[in-house]
C-alpha cells in the first residue's frame, strides 16, 4: 500500500515536473535565448525535479527489509504483511512443533549424591521408565538411548514395576526399590529433601522445568 501510494504521488509529480520544464523552455524561447540554451534549463528541471527517489525509496526500503529478515530466519512473503507488522500488538503461535518440539526432552541431570554420576542416574531412571507409556518416561528412555557409548550394556533388569498415577514409577533392581517421580511420590515414600536439594530444584522450577526425583534403597540421589 504504502509503494502505491508512493507511486501515485510519483505520478502527479511527473505531470507537473514535466509541465514546469516545458514552460520554462517555451518562456526562454520567447526571452529570445536560443533553442539549445532553452533546452538546457527544461532538462535541467526535469533532472532537478524528476521524483525518482520517490518512487524507488519504497521498494528499495522493502527489499532490504525482506532480506534483513530473512538473515535472521524470518520469512516474508508479501510486502504489505511487512507494512502491516508495524500495527501489530500481540502475536499468537500454533505453539507445539513451532516454538516447541511437540515432546518432552531431558535437558539437565543434577546428582545429589558424590558416588552418583548423571550417567547413573540416567541408567536407573531409564531402567524403570522403559515400562512407563508417561511421555516424560518415555523422554528419559530416550535420553538414555541417545546418549548411550559404544559398548555400553543395555538397561538394568527390573522386577516388581508399578505405576502410580499422578506420582510416577517403581520398581526393584538389584534387590533397591528404586523410585522415579515427583514430589508427590517422595512424600508418599516418607522422603523428604534437603534444603540444598529444594533449592537445586528450584532453579530449575522457576525455569519451566519439570523435575523427576530419582530414589534408589531409600536414598533420594539425583
Request: a neutral charge.
Amino acid at each position: 500500500p504504502i509503494a502505491k501510494l508512493a507511486d501515485k504521488a510519483s505520478g502527479v509529480c511527473v505531470r507537473v515536473v514535466i509541465s514546469i520544464a516545458l514552460i520554462a523552455v517555451i518562456v526562454w524561447l520567447l526571452l529570445g535565448d536560443g533553442f539549445e540554451f532553452a533546452l538546457s534549463i527544461g532538462i535541467s528541471v526535469l533532472v532537478i525535479s524528476c521524483p525518482c527517489a520517490l518512487g524507488l525509496a519504497t521498494p528499495t526500503a522493502i527489499m532490504a527489509a525482506i532480506g534483513n529478515a530473512t538473515k535472521h530466519g524470518f520469512l516474508v512473503s508479501v510486502g504489505d504483511a511487512l507494512e502491516r507488522l508495524s500495527q501489530v500488538a500481540k502475536i499468537t503461535f500454533d505453539k507445539t512443533g513451532t516454538l516447541t518440539y511437540g515432546q518432552p526432552q531431558v535437558t539437565a541431570k543434577e546428582s545429589f549424591s558424590l558416588q552418583w554420576t548423571s550417567e547413573q542416574l540416567l541408567l536407573y531412571a531409564a531402567s524403570v521408565e522403559v515400562y512407563s507409556e508417561h511421555p516424560l518416561g518415555k523422554a528419559i528412555v530416550a535420553a538414555y538411548r541417545n546418549a548411550k557409548p559404544e559398548g555400553q550394556g543395555s538397561l538394568l533388569a527390573v522386577e516388581q514395576f508399578q505405576m502410580q498415577p499422578g506420582r510416577g514409577v517403581a520398581a526393584m533392581i538389584d534387590g533397591q526399590r528404586v523410585l522415579a517421580g515427583n514430589r508427590e511420590m517422595l512424600a508418599g515414600e516418607q522422603l523428604a529433601l534437603t534444603p540444598a536439594q529444594l533449592a537445586l530444584a528450584g532453579r530449575y522450577l522457576a525455569q519451566g522445568c519439570t523435575i523427576i526425583y530419582l530414589a534408589v534403597g531409600g536414598q533420594i540421589v539425583g
